[in-house]
């Protein structure tokens, strides 16, 4: 019976994923899984201390739908939908919700790498900066200017060129996938483990 159990358990929870502060600074993660989608969650807490330099390391299901994990909001967001159409895993880094700091997905299958890995703050365009740290940087950097929509791709387009420049595997925007470089997959019968790293 616990043998059972066991293999029960280790087939509900079979990907690994890491999640490493390469920051200099302490960040708060937060995982959100979108229980309209699927009900199946990490086995990890929705939220922890990284001190910098820290890692954890914890298990999400096979067919984890919607998952997010982020610093603290508006930001860069990490996203995966394992399991999903074509048998394929989709992941993405996205500056969609804003940007605070450069994030990196690998694996350990040799799928693609989605990331932002530049620091968008020191040149950001002043529309669309948040109130400024005690250094001058703004704290998080909003996508669009305040008061702004997604749906009003005149203004997202407008700074497009300098968040896909900057960030070109990342979503710049939310109907990025047109770029070829926003959404990245991963055949999911590779079993894929995935390392979310911040500050790369």
């Known amino acids: 019976?616990?043998?059972?159990?066991l293999f029960a358990i280790t087939g509900a929870f079979a990907r690994t994923f890491k999640v490493h502060?390469?920051?200099?600074?302490?960040?708060?993660?937060?995982?959100?899984?979108?229980?309209?989608?699927?009900?199946?969650?990490?086995?990890?807490p929705t939220g922890w201390e990284a001190k910098?330099?820290?890692?954890?390391?914890?298990?999400?299901?096979d067919n984890?739908?919607?998952?997010?994990?982020?610093?603290?909001?508006?930001?860069t967001v990490a996203e995966w939908t394992l399991e999903a159409d074509g048998n394929r895993d989709f992941y993405d880094v996205?500056?969609?919700?804003?940007?605070?700091?450069?994030?990196?997905?690998?694996?350990?299958?040799g799928c693609p790498v989605a990331d932002c890995?530049?620091?968008?703050?020191?040149?950001?365009?002043?529309?669309?900066?948040?109130?400024?740290?005690?250094?001058?940087n703004p704290e998080t950097l909003q996508t669009v200017a305040p008061g702004t929509t997604v749906l009003r791709k005149p203004v997202l387009l407008r700074y497009y060129s300098y968040f896909k420049t900057n960030c070109r595997n990342a979503y710049a925007y939310a109907y990025d996938e047109s770029s070829g470089t926003a959404l990245w997959t991963c055949d999911a019968g590779l079993k894929a483990?995935?390392?979310l790293t911040f500050c790369p």
């Open 64 to 75: 984890w739908k919607a998952g997010r994990i982020w610093g603290v909001p508006p930001a």
């Open 21 to 44: 502060n390469s920051c200099k600074f302490t960040v708060w993660p937060a995982i959100f899984t979108d229980l309209n989608v699927a009900p199946n969650i990490p086995n990890h």
């Open 117 to 136: 890995p530049t620091d968008l703050n020191p040149e950001c365009p002043s529309p669309l900066r948040e109130p400024q740290d005690s250094s001058g």
């Open 1 to 5: 019976m616990k043998l059972l159990l």
């Open 94 to 109: 996205s500056l969609v919700d804003g940007f605070n700091f450069p994030m990196r997905i690998t694996n350990n299958k």
């Open 52 to 61: 910098p330099g820290s890692s954890v390391t914890f298990h999400v299901p």
């Open 193 to 195: 483990n995935y390392t």
